[in-house]
């Protein structure tokens, strides 16, 4: 792994050395259970498990009251989805959401069409842009939620919540934002943007995998979102299980580290980023995908038309790359998010991920980019689709 140029942030990113520290103790000397409420260690894990709350509360300017922790993003995605279906059915059946979410989501209602439920999936323009006056009219009187992620995890495209959430808000019905790829990344604040449920994972932004959030506004009339296991009545009851303290210290720290460097971190990977996708994007036939659009500070997406992404990845061994969401990169299907945003089949097997993190520097992005370039040329000077291609013959 040491010559590796890590590049896949987006999948995962490493455990920062900082969180790893704060964590070990966890592990060790402070083991206990922190429902244990009748003993000083149950007691001390308790209160570990408080700080990391406000922890995240903090970082998308939330109160600690309205967080509840879950393994990770799939799961609070899965209990808030699932659970305003079950709990809001008095009102309708109807969901609104968008070709682009991350499987989690797709999938999750996928499973409730088939319990009953109606859902509208709103397209995308070729940026990735959802049209949000096609999201205003779809939204009726017995919609129950629109469920919109806040950052693209393939492109990193933004969808503007706040804007959003003024719609839900006038319809009165629910937002849940999958901020998956948002939290830690770029300022979240719950209080502006208005999102009345969020979920969030550790592993995103250098915390341990196995550890996320859900985020439930505080209402005069509670949202319902029930839970999705039951046994012990933890976390208010959303929630049931023993506390993964260790990794709900290591979500805390990772969070509090995150809010403190937000803004410096994002210029840094802003200016990494345009780096990497001007010197890329003069090789010929080259498209930076959602270019234009509002995006996360630190990905690109980048089709290299007449090749395979696999072909790519396999010429640079040395550097991690992705072709993909990583939860469905041993598919063969060509990218569901591209293929909305309008690109070829042969286009979206050509497109490649970058998505750079807080452990990278500019010294890897230009190896990484002699690296490519290198590999490009070789493979298209071998390919016959290009030299079709540069005879005018194909497109």
Known sequence: MDRLIYFDNNATTPLDPEVLEAMMPYFTTHYANASSLTHRAGRAAAAAVDAARERVAALIGATHQEITFTSGATEAINMAIKGVFEHYQSKGKHVISCRTEHKAVLDTLAYLEK????????????????????????????????????????????????????????????????????????????????????????????????????????????????????????????RAGTLNVPGIVGLGKAAEMARQRLAEEARRLAALRDILETTLAKLPATVVNGQGASRLPHVSNITFKHLRADQIMMSVPDIALASGSACVSGTRDPSHVL?????????????????????????????????????????????????????GLVK
């Open 115 to 238: 319990k009953g439920a109606e859902v509208t999936y709103l397209p995308v323009s070729a940026d990735g842009n959802i049209d949000l006056d096609a999201l205003d009219s779809a939204i009726r009187p017995d919609t129950i939620m629109v469920a919109l992620m806040h950052a693209n995890n393939e492109t990193g495209v933004l969808h503007p919540i706040a804007r959003i959430a003024e719609l839900t808000t006038k319809h009165q019905t629910l937002f849940f934002c999958d901020a998956t790829q948002a939290a830690g990344k770029i300022e979240i604040d719950v209080r502006d943007t208005g999102p009345d449920l969020l979920c969030l994972s550790a592993h995103k932004f250098y915390g341990p995998k196995g550890a996320g959030a859900l985020f439930v506004r505080r209402r005069s009339k509670r949202i319902q979102t029930g839970a999705l296991l039951h046994g012990g009545g933890q976390e208010n009851k959303r």
């Open 339 to 391: 293929m909305a945003m309008g690109l070829s089949a042969s286009d979206a097997h050509a497109s490649l991920r970058f998505s750079m993190g807080r452990f990278n520097t500019e010294a890897e992005v230009h190896t990484a980019i002699r690296q490519l370039t290198s590999a490009v040329e070789q493979l298209r000077a071998s390919s016959p689709i290009w030299q079709l291609h540069k005879a």
